[in-house]
């Protein structure tokens, strides 16, 4: 993996494999500043996202940290620095899958701000004119049934690779308008330090969870 470069601009610390200048950095640290619109779909997640367009770098995606649980009542956006940001560990573990053929949105930057408590962002290419397979799986079957082949392809390499992303569920897979299939929002992954068939089965219990959850169509399940 190419090292990291990491910049400061206007008291945000930025890391990232582009050669990003000083205008885009700039542009991004308003951007931060906005409030977020929640994610729209079912198994939208807790992330909160805005789309840009940025001269230079194209569509972008930036993904605000929120916080889950009671302490969100607390404090929503700031957490505790030790070592790398929750930005930068998926910012990385990004780079790690797609080295491996797994398909997400290409990561571009992370930034934080602060320093024992910050706030986080990952900016990622947007993934043009895509829907969730949740969303899939109620208005067209056949396709969904065509997608899911995919999708196991790709969970295959993950568990073959010992690595978990923690909350893997139809909602967080998308797929464009040319069927091809994006897995999103690793944040928290990490290895997996246990037999693959652990690996899976957990996938699995947490895949179906969601299904029965949602009331996802049965042909997710089967699928799976």
Same mark, same amino acid.
Request: proline share 3%; net charge positive.
């Given at each position: ?71 969100? !009542?607390?404090?929503?956006?700031? /957490?505790?620095?030790?070592?790398? +940001? =929750?930005?930068? @560990? *998926?910012?990385?573990? $990004? ?16 930034? !934080?701000?602060?320093?024992?408590? /910050?706030?986080?962002?990952?900016? +990622? =290419?947007?993934? @043009? *004119?895509?829907?969730? $397979? ?91």
């Amino acid at each position: 993996m190419s090292e990291i470069s990491i910049k400061t601009y206007d008291s945000y610390h930025f890391g990232f494999l582009y050669d990003l200048t000083e205008q885009h950095l700039k542009h991004l640290t308003k951007l931060f500043k906005t409030y977020p619109k929640p994610v729209n779909s079912v198994l939208g997640g807790r992330s909160s996202v805005v789309f840009e367009e940025i001269n230079g770098l194209g569509s972008i995606v930036i993904k605000y940290y929120r916080r889950g649980g009671l302490i969100r !009542y607390l404090v929503k956006q700031r /957490y505790f620095k030790c070592g790398k +940001t =929750r930005g930068q @560990k *998926e910012y990385e573990l $990004l780079q790690k899958v797609r080295l491996l053929g797994i398909n997400v949105p290409e990561p571009i930057a992370f930034s !934080y701000h602060g320093r024992l408590f /910050y706030k986080g962002w990952l900016v +990622t =290419r947007e993934i @043009k *004119e895509h829907q969730t $397979l949740a969303d899939l799986s109620f208005s067209n079957e056949n396709r969904t049934l065509k997608i899911m082949k995919e999708v196991t392809r790709q969970i295959s390499i993950l568990i073959k690779n010992n690595i978990l992303h923690v909350d893997l569920h139809p909602g967080n897979v998308i797929v464009d308008n040319q069927d091809r299939v994006y897995i999103i929002d690793f944040d928290k992954g990490r290895l997996f330090h246990g037999k693959n068939t652990s690996l899976r089965n957990r996938y699995q219990r947490r895949w179906d969870r969601a299904v029965k959850k949602y009331r996802l169509p049965e042909i997710l399940r089967a699928s799976n």
